[in-house]
């Protein structure tokens, strides 16, 4: 059974940092392209980083570009997000799933950034 666990998520304040992790089971995640998602209040969840099942490629947002940093760690299965320079606007629920968005959604992490 495929599972998606969201973790690390919190307040900051801007110019802060958080790093997310997103524990899989259920698959192998160096066998499958791996996206961090966001969904903030009144939006469409939006892709934000994506790192393919070779881990050669990795593919930013634009709006993130600079600042956020996917990797993942294969003995642990888990997928990261490094997130620096943190905006007001990173404000979001923060998920990962396969690129193609075709497993089922876990619970997410709540991302909060003000002063």
């Known amino acids: 059974q495929v599972q998606l666990v969201e973790s690390g998520g919190g307040w900051v304040q801007p110019g802060g940092s958080l790093r997310l992790a997103c524990t899989v089971s259920?698959?192998?995640?160096?066998?499958?392209?791996m996206t961090w998602y966001r969904q903030a209040p009144g939006r469409e969840r939006e892709p934000v980083a994506t790192?393919?099942?070779?881990?050669?490629?990795?593919d930013y947002a634009s709006s993130v570009k600079g600042r956020f940093f996917i990797s993942r760690d294969i003995m642990k299965n888990t997928v990261y997000l490094q997130m620096n320079s943190l905006k007001p606007e990173d404000t979001a629920v923060y998920y990962c799933?396969?690129?193609?968005?075709?497993?089922?959604w876990g619970q997410g992490t709540q991302v909060t950034v003000s002063s």
């Open positions: 259920g698959f192998a995640i160096n066998r499958y392209a």
């Open positions: 790192i393919t099942l070779t881990g050669l490629s990795i």
């Open positions: 799933n396969m690129r193609d968005a075709s497993q089922s």
